[in-house]
């Protein structure tokens, strides 16, 4: 247990930066709230993951199987998470094994080894294995209700930016009002809304035993396909090559292989990009990396 409540301390200095004074009596029960998922779900917890940040994530055993147990103070978006992930069973998602809605406590199982997609170190084969994991998940495309978060919502960082400082805000009006056209051009030319994970990046795209590819941490947006690939798109961005041939490249590739609208990824990268820049001011980042984004994807609609 003494390991445990060490957990907490080191753990509690994030969560409050994330959520506030208001989590700290929740960090630290998370012993307590550890052994009774030990007990619910019949298993042994082993370690917890490096670099916690929203949730308490660790490794664990059940019946000799390696297992995760994922602790949430957001309930909700722990909830959230456990129906996209059951939306996409059978996709080459990760199993939910078993959920605790009062306890806030999803297990699922291990990616073993859990090597994440770039450790093949081959730039073009891992797009490749990309757009095969973006065919699992999304042929035939799934259903879509109204239980998850519409691609607008998503981007309501933007709508909350020029509420707060109008035109007079760091980021250029120029590159703020770009990207407010076209995520209306976007959003109202999207032909079909689907289900998509929405954070498919690198890190969430490990490799188990079989040599397999499974997914992990689903964000669960309805919207336009095309932004699917933008997470991968804005990570490893001069991997073999510097960041503009890069994005070209990927970007072609993964249009003609998943016969995509690369003008639309292009696009959806440029107001991605923005949207990191708001974020960031929102937190109190430096929000340059988002506005180097927009730039990036910027220059490309222009030479693709």
Request: with cysteine.
């Amino acid at each position: 247990m003494s390991e445990l409540s060490k957990i907490s301390e080191e753990f509690l200095e994030i969560m409050i930066k994330n959520f506030g004074e208001g989590v700290n009596d929740w960090v630290q029960k998370l012993p307590d709230l550890i052994s009774e998922c030990e007990h619910k779900f019949g298993i042994k917890i082993e370690k917890p993951f490096d670099n916690l940040s929203y949730n308490y994530v660790a490794e664990g055993t059940k019946d000799d199987r390696s297992v995760v147990l994922k602790i949430s103070f957001l309930k909700e978006d722990l909830e959230k998470e456990v129906r996209v992930l059951n939306a996409f069973q059978g996709r080459s998602v990760v199993e939910v094994i078993e959920y605790d809605e009062v306890l806030g406590a999803l297990l699922m199982e291990q990616v073993v080894p859990g090597n994440a997609l770039t450790s093949v170190g081959n730039d073009q084969e891992e797009v490749e294995i990309f757009c095969q994991v973006f065919e699992a998940l999304h042929i035939p495309k799934l259903k879509v209700t109204n239980d998850y978060t519409s691609i607008s919502r998503w981007f309501e960082g933007i709508q909350r930016y020029r509420k707060n400082y109008g035109s007079n805000g760091v980021i250029k009006e120029a590159a703020i009002g770009r990207a407010e056209e076209l995520l209306e051009g976007l959003i109202q030319t999207t032909q079909a809304s689907v289900l998509i994970h929405g954070d498919l990046h690198q890190g969430n795209i490990l490799r188990d035993q079989k040599g397999e590819w499974k997914v992990i941490d689903p964000k669960g947006i309805v919207g336009d396909i095309h932004f699917e690939t933008i997470q991968y798109l804005l990570n490893n961005i001069d991997r073999e090559g510097d960041p503009d041939s890069v994005l070209k490249r990927r970007v072609k590739q993964m249009s003609d292989r998943l016969h995509l609208d690369k003008y639309r990824i292009v696009k959806w990268g440029i107001v991605r990009g923005i949207l990191e820049a708001c974020w960031a001011i929102e937190n109190g980042d430096s929000w340059k990396n988002g506005l180097d984004i927009f730039e990036r994807f910027n220059r490309l609609l222009t030479t693709i």
